[in-house]
């Protein structure tokens, strides 16, 4: 019984998920992966040198 009501959790946050995603859009997408890649890329170039850390 407990099993069943666990999955039925899991179905309703995925479903939760679901729905978020849906909301957020292309836009938001884009801004997340950009936001993701500069996280990325930054520390990159700064152990690169081609950015001063220095202040």
């Known amino acids: 019984m407990e099993k069943n009501n666990t999955e039925i959790q899991t179905l309703t946050r995925k479903e ?7 909301k957020l859009g292309w836009v ?3 801004f997340f992966l950009g936001k ?3 996280w990325l ?3 990159y ?4 040198g081609l950015i001063n850390c220095n202040g």
């Open 16 to 22: 939760k998920v679901v729905k978020y995603f849906k």
């Open 28 to 30: 938001g997408f884009f």
């Open 36 to 38: 993701g890649l500069l």
């Open 41 to 43: 890329i930054v520390p």
């Open 45 to 48: 170039l700064a152990a690169k």
